[in-house]
């Protein structure tokens, strides 16, 4: 199959993206013109509230469903062309995925060790045995290589969940609500696991998380609302400095936790929409006293000034 050429700078892009879920009496528009752009070696969440659309546009990523509309490219890959081969071929080898539900990501009666050498069932003995190892130290888990499912807690099924997903060598890592059955210690010593492979791999990591406290670790955040992109927060340079030098693991350090909780870390973007359109978020216009759909709007020393009707 011949794929249209994509930007070399965008590991993903997708432009106007549609996904609608059709049943005999109801469709459901899960994503209404979606665009984005994520670089190689990007490490990013996309949040959003309950049926926003994040969830959709991971499977899509994942190669687990299809759109409806638009243009979709992974890796210089139109997804939205591929062939069941191909699309069997590019799951196998460029995405690795993380779901939140342990029982998807392991089985039950192997061993860590022999869980992660599951999706390299083609490679030498030899081989599989030694990466499997290798991604168990790289997640922290080699201690636990001949535990099974019953005698591992949730942020340890979750760490090998990551080293199976890391088996195949994928391009890209695509995490569904990683941190979503642990707690809040774990759930931070999770996401430095997904750092230490963002930065020593040179992996893709997106992240779906509804956790905001988490999103204070990873460089940008997408948020979606209503299937389309609405507003980005990219981390600030001197948080990011400061973060690398932050030793891993450490989340009970107070000195640390106060930092965290204190820094402004990201720096907040509306996304404009092919159409000039922007979303304000409803706090945004309850702030404002904005009762209805109409509003002020007028340009003055270089800015759009937005204003309730009654001022």
């Known amino acids: 199959m011949q794929n249209e050429s994509v930007m070399p700078e965008a590991m993903i892009r ?10 005999r009496d109801l469709e459901v528009l899960a994503l209404q013109g979606m665009d984005i752009n994520i670089a190689p070696g990007e490490l990013m969440a996309i949040v ?21 509309a638009g243009k979709l490219y992974v890796d210089g890959k139109n997804l939205f062309k591929m062939t069941e081969k191909e699309l069997v071929e590019y799951k196998r080898k460029t995405v690795g995925f993380v779901w939140q539900n342990n029982a998807r990501n392991l089985l039950p009666y192997l061993s860590a060790s022999h869980n992660v050498q599951m999706p390299m069932v083609f490679d030498d003995n030899t081989e ?16 636990k290589k001949d535990s099974k499912l019953s005698q591992l807690s949730g942020g340890e099924q979750q760490r090998i969940a990551l080293a199976i997903a890391l088996a195949n060598h994928p391009k890209i890592l695509l995490a569904d609500e990683p941190t979503g059955s642990v707690d809040t ?9 997904f750092r230490k492979v963002n930065r020593e791999m040179g992996i893709t990591v997106v992240i779906v998380t509804h956790d905001m406290k988490l999103t204070s670790k990873v460089n940008r955040v997408v948020s979606i609302r209503d299937g389309k992109t609405s507003s980005e927060k990219i981390m600030r340079q001197s948080y990011a400095r400061e973060l690398e030098n932050i030793q891993m693991f450490s989340e009970q350090d107070e000195a640390v936790k106060h930092y965290e ?12 929409d092919r159409a000039g359109r922007v979303q304000i978020p ?15 709007m007028e340009y003055k020393d270089g800015k759009i000034i937005l ?5």
């Open 14 to 23: 997708c432009e106007n993206l549609v996904k609608i879920y059709k049943t």
């Open 48 to 68: 959003g509230n309950s049926g926003s659309g994040k969830s959709t546009f991971l499977n899509m990523l994942g190669g687990l469903d299809r759109p409806t």
């Open 128 to 143: 599989k045995e030694k990466r499997a190892l290798d991604l168990l130290d790289l997640v922290g888990m080699v201690h």
């Open 185 to 193: 210690r774990t759930g931070n010593y999770i996401l430095d696991v």
């Open 261 to 272: 909780e204190a820094a402004d870390v990201h720096e907040e973007y509306a996304v404009l």
């Open 282 to 296: 409803r706090e945004l216009l309850d702030k404002m006293g904005i009762k209805d759909n109409r509003i002020k």
């Open 307 to 311: 204003s309730s009707e009654d001022e």
